[in-house]
């Protein structure tokens, strides 16, 4: 018989699957590393597991403890996916800005979610920030994994991902494309495909314009779950030989085109990563071997990304990506 143990134990190994349509006259080939066939849906259960385990080693996670977070998404997920595999119990901290669909996903998963409003100051007491750790201090046997300072964030992926595409590509890979968040998954992965090729493989970020990784000062973008107004110290700043920022107009024309040409329904940041590899794989000649990380799958984003009134809204939808319309015939 073919079975695991349970579904957090197939965490990690995600395919590698080739861009055809998006690259059509480019030279190098281009691979995307689709990390929504993770079991909780994200590249953020790597961390999730690593992060845990390291806590249950040191003794700062005890038999029957609760873990907190301030999170609204995937690394949500990824928690009470190992939470319930070892018998944790789990409190997220979101604000209210997060919609109830996502809400409703770690609830799902047996979570407890409480919410902050976000129209307050970091500093108020009522704001994420100050709730998550007032929780910490008051539930007995509480764990924040502080996924933006947990150096177990950038190692999981130096143990997994790094060590997965070297095998995967047998040591072709020559770029490495990624978004940056925390900064842990282009910092580890990054880090490792350095060491084992001896500096050969070039490592890229992507970022959303306005964001700090690529010279801005935090101003707004719609792109979620990359960027950042505040320098996390799960990212190493000389890990990258290349940022390549890219506007919401592009990262949500590319995330569409993933899902209609390539058949990867993928989030919004997986657009921006992949049109970072896109403008990257122009420069690039016929023996190179690109691969850009997709972190998550397109579900959770049904009602912005892929919705026409809500794209139109912003002034996003062209022309030629706007679909179907009702006078068309199909
Ligand atoms: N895309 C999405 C959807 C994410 O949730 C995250 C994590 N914040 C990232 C990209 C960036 O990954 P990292 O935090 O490892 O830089």
């Known amino acids: 018989m073919e079975y695991v143990d349970h579904v957090v134990d197939l965490v990690g190994n995600t395919p590698l699957v080739r861009l055809n349509s998006l690259v059509e006259g480019l030279a190098p080939l281009v691979l995307a590393k689709v990390e929504y066939f993770n079991p909780g849906g994200s590249v953020k259960d790597r961390i999730a597991l690593r992060m845990v385990e390291a806590a249950e080693r040191s003794g700062e996670l005890k038999p029957g403890g609760t873990i907190v977070e301030p999170t609204s998404g995937n690394t949500g997920v990824g928690l009470a996916l190992v939470a319930q595999r070892r018998g944790y119990k789990c409190v997220f901290v979101c604000p209210d800005k997060v919609s109830e669909d996502k809400r409703n996903v770690l609830k799902a998963y047996g979570a407890e979610v409480v919410v902050c409003p976000t129209a307050v100051a970091p500093e108020h007491p009522d704001s994420y920030y100050n709730v998550s750790d007032r929780l910490v201090r008051e ?15 950038p190692e999981s992926h130096y143990f997994s991902t790094g060590p997965e595409l070297w095998r995967q590509t047998e040591g072709r890979i020559t770029h490495f494309v990624a978004g940056v968040g925390t900064g842990g998954t282009i910092t580890g992965t990054g880090r490792y495909l350095k060491e084992v090729s001896e500096g050969r493989v070039k490592i890229i970020g992507a970022d959303p314009e306005g964001s700090v990784y690529s010279g801005g000062t935090g101003r707004p973008y719609l792109v979620e779950g990359v960027g950042e107004d505040f320098w996390p ?9 290349e940022i390549i920022p890219i506007s919401d107009a592009d990262s949500f024309d590319v995330t569409r085109r993933l899902a209609r040409e390539e058949g990867l329904l993928v989030g919004g940041s997986c657009g921006m990563a992949a049109a970072a590899a896109i403008e990257l794989a122009r420069r690039c000649g016929p023996d190179d071997v690109i691969v850009v990380l997709l972190p998550d799958g397109g579900r959770g984003y049904l009602s912005k990304v892929f919705n026409d009134t809500w794209m139109s809204s912003y002034g996003f939808l062209s022309p030629d990506h706007s679909g179907a319309t009702a006078g068309d015939v199909l």
């Open 139 to 153: 539930i007995p046997g509480a764990w924040k994994p502080n996924q933006y300072a947990n150096p177990q964030n």
């Open 233 to 241: 110290t799960t990212y190493d700043r000389d890990i990258c030989d």
